[in-house]
């Protein structure tokens, strides 16, 4: 019953924006950790960035520092990813995850994720 639905992805110019969303249902939303990671071809699964279920919180890797923020909104149930300034380099299938514990700092690493979404695209051209 638990699901994560993301929306949002496309193939946008460098330099462009693109707001990512996820859709959770089926679990206690409120109190999660939840997580956004990309995956590019021949590459690991790397998390971009995390936010506390009260979004007290957020860890951002160093590659998009300053040009990404996550964002959620309870009320809702759903997960944001506002990506500003795409780079090439931004090309992978961005995942939205979810770790059933409420943190006050939000881990990075794929493995403490229980839940996955389906992914959504983002491909930058130059």
């Known amino acids: 019953q638990v699901q994560l639905v993301e929306s949002g992805g496309d193939s946008v110019q460098a330099g462009r924006s693109l707001r990512l969303s996820c859709a959770a249902s089926?679990?206690?939303?409120?109190?999660?950790?939840m997580a956004w990671f990309r995956q590019a071809p021949g590459k690991e699964r790397e998390g971009v960035a995390t936010i506390s279920a009260d979004s007290g919180r957020t860890y951002y890797a160093d590659s998009v520092k300053g040009r990404f923020t996550i964002s959620r909104d309870n009320a809702k149930n759903t997960l944001y990813l506002q990506m500003n300034s795409l780079k090439p380099e931004d090309t992978a299938m961005y995942y939205c995850?979810?770790?059933?514990?409420?943190?006050?700092?939000?881990?990075?690493?794929?493995?403490?994720?229980?839940?996955w979404g389906q992914g959504t695209q983002v491909t930058v051209s130059s």
């Open positions: 995850a979810a770790y059933l514990v409420s943190a006050w700092s939000c881990p990075s690493n794929r493995w403490y994720y229980n839940y």
């Open positions: 089926g679990f206690t939303y409120s109190v999660s950790c």
